[in-house]
């Protein structure tokens, strides 16, 4: 009886793994950076571009930064409910915009709706290195002291937001 | 409903409308000028063969987080062009191998690389198969030595040979 029983174990936990990965999204890679301070950056603002924005500027505030450019597609999706979002008055939004065309992205923001307290521009992508960007949109959450505390890869959805965003962030903001 | 865009999407789009208008110029051109050589662009190359020897053997080793089956030496997505241009301008400023290594593990973590560092994550990783190999190994010794036991050496007396050779003698000739 054993000698059948054996392989057919070794099979259903083979089978289990295998089913576990088929749930996983290897394009989903956790950030290295979550817990730990958010990389300091000077950049010049997307619409005042003589004017420069520190990150430094936001200490003291819990604040969301959301990665964006005008030829990324799936930015058109979340774009709606970062508006809705910034409208809601519960987080300000600062939007990078990475490797962009400044007119271009002006244009897009005119067209979509702006829902960022201010723009950056991240011409070259370097900030966005520092960020451990490697697609767009993402988005960061980033609290009192300046620590990442949340990244979305891709797009922000309803889902995201009412589940896990939102919450981090009405938590995050009671902390002195 | 919000789409589910993966967020990489746009650089295979991006990648397809340039391809479509490359091809689109390399058409026209060819009416236009039929007698004239097209040159392939050149691909911008560092100009210290030096800096590009070692960063092709440093990028080698790093996954493209965009096409993950890539090799970021290999890749020829934004991404990896970004990473390429950050290392070998950190091989200008004298970094050495180990911190350019490190400068991008602390932004993108251990998936940059093809060769994870051995940690308690990782033990399963690097031992597993060497782990299963001697299980396997075990398992073939015992089931050898059991097989050797079960499988008694048969010795015939004389009347019993002679009875064989006579049964295998009786079907000579015969068409069996």
Redesign the interface.
Known sequence: MMRYLIPLFAFMILAAFLLVGLTLN??Q?????IDKPAPVFQLNHLHEPEKVMASQDNLGKVWMLNVW?S????CR??HPLLVQLANSGIVPIYGLNY?DERTTAMQWLKRYGDPYTISIVDQ???V?????V?????TYVIDKKGIIRHKQ???V??DALQKTIIPLILELQKQV | MFKNYHHYDWISLRQMNKAKALILIYLLCLCIMPSIALSKEAVPVAEDPEVEKRMLALTMDLRCLVCQNESIADSRADFSNDIRREIRQQIKANKNDQEIIQFLVDRYGDFVLYNPPVKPTTVFLWFGPLALFIIGLGALVVYLRRRRVQIKEVTLSEAELKKVESLLNENKGKNV
Request: proline share 15%; with cysteine.
């Open positions: 290897p394009r890679v956790p950030s290295p950076l450019a030829w990324c597609v799936a999706d979340e490797k070259d992508g370097k966005g290195i520092d960020y451990g490697y697609g767009v949109p993402e890869i891709g797009p959805t309803v």
